[in-house]
């Protein structure tokens, strides 16, 4: 009997060996696929920082020739494969970022009196704000607040010097973001000097992104020269495009 012969052999006998084998090969193929993908994502940070510094140098010089029609796609996946949303107005919101501490003086909990605490100012002043918003902006138009943290402090007994709101606002028209934003701070400022508090405001506390408004002029000529069948509806998009 060849050698090759008695290896398999007694490989047949060991109970286990296949299942082993394949457990090997698995661990093989994962190493290779990590490897792979820590590479491809690597490619695509590079890619999108590229793009970035592409899209800085090129929108000057666009703008220089007077380009007529721009058209763009984005993937949308609640969209059924193989259709195309093509509608005008506000297809994806503009974005103002939310991030301002409320700066006061901090203490023990014992004795708020000889402190200025800036969490009550900062939870007041999100109160104010949503009554602000639903009282400013026109009741037809769309401004969300999503304010998602308040973060102030870390002991139950000890008064913080700052408290941190972070958040964003959505909306579908432009003019609408430099009034949320306008009201933001407004009612920032004007609540934190009821607590004898100041407001210092993130640099990316602004007009963060601008909404995607499709020109109805673009979507009548692409609604026109595509097939009736490859087009959708769908509701406005609560995402923003970076």
């Known amino acids: ?16 060996v296949d299942e082993l084998k394949g457990e090997l090969r698995r ?12 590479k491809t994502v690597d490619a695509l940070i590079v890619v999108a920082a590229i793009a970035a510094i592409i899209a800085t140098l090129l929108l000057p010089v666009l703008e220089e020739m007077h380009i007529d029609r721009c058209f763009a796609i984005h993937v949308l996946s609640s969209l059924e494969a193989g259709k195309l949303s093509i509608q005008p107005g506000g297809r994806m919101s503009g974005m103002v970022a ?60 000890v008064i913080p010097d700052r408290a941190r709101v972070l958040g964003t606002m959505r909306y579908f028209k432009r ?3 430099q009034i ?23 640099p990316r506390n602004r007009v963060y ?10 979507v009548a000529l692409a609604r026109k ?6 087009l959708a509806d769908c509701d406005p998009w609560y995402a923003s495009e970076t």
């Open 27 to 38: 661990e093989r193929y994962k190493r290779r696929f990590r490897r792979v993908l820590r």
């Open 1 to 16: 009997m060849s050698q090759k012969s008695k290896k398999s052999q007694v490989n047949q006998e060991l109970p286990g």
């Open 180 to 202: 949320a934003l306008d009201m933001q701070r407004s009612v920032f400022d004007h609540t934190a000097a009821m607590y004898g508090c100041t407001v210092e405001y993130a």
């Open 175 to 177: 003019e609408i973001g």
């Open 225 to 230: 020269n595509l097939p009736e069948e490859w």
């Open 209 to 218: 992104l601008e909404p995607v408004v499709n020109d109805p002029g673009c």
């Open 98 to 157: 939310v991030d301002a501490e409320f700066v006061g003086r901090g203490g023990h909990g014992s004795r708020p009196d000889l402190s200025v605490n800036p969490v009550f100012a900062a939870a007041t002043a999100l109160s104010n704000l949503a009554v602000a918003a639903a009282n400013r902006i026109d009741p037809g138009e769309t401004l969300t607040l999503g304010i998602t943290a308040i973060q102030g402090g870390s002991a139950f007994n």
